[in-house]
Nanobody, 127 residues
Framework: QVQLVESGGGSVQAGGSLKLSCAAS????????MGWFRQGPGKEREGVAA??????EEYADSVKGRFTVSRENKNTLYLQMNRLKAEDTAMYYC??????????????????????WGQGTQVTVSS
């Protein structure tokens, strides 16, 4: 059974940095897509950053130049968040695609509809 466990959330002042980690277990070959999503208070869930198994990275416009996604050993995902803003405050979720297919985009939600999600880690940025 695939499990995703996030860590690294916390509280930080605006302009600060945090690094989130996600460890996936139960994958034999690694998911095609792995990504970070977030859901802020009163907002819909949105894709933040994602990377496919070949290392192609995608970012939401709101985080480009500030966040960096990376993937290690197929099953470990990181999100380095720099120059954090108050609007980055949200619950951050790690996700991994299911099945054996490939996807043209890993930052959309569709690869993860039959995939796996972590329990979330809270990021709070104070201004």
């Amino acid at each position: 059974q695939v499990q995703l466990v996030e860590s690294g959330g916390g509280s930080v002042q605006a302009g600060g940095s945090l690094k989130l980690s996600c460890a996936a277990s139960g994958y034999r070959y690694g998911a095609y897509c792995m990504g970070w999503f977030r859901q802020g208070p009163g907002k819909e869930r949105e894709g933040v950053a994602a990377v496919n198994k070949y290392g192609y990275e995608e970012y939401a416009d709101s985080v480009k130049g500030r966040f960096t996604v990376s993937r290690e050993n197929k099953n470990t995902l990181y999100l380095q968040m720099n120059r954090l803003k108050a609007e980055d405050t949200a619950m951050y979720y790690c996700a991994a695609s299911g099945g054996s297919g490939s996807w043209s985009s890993c930052i959309e939600s569709s690869p993860y509809q039959n995939g796996y999600w972590g329990q979330g880690t809270q990021v709070t940025v104070s201004s």
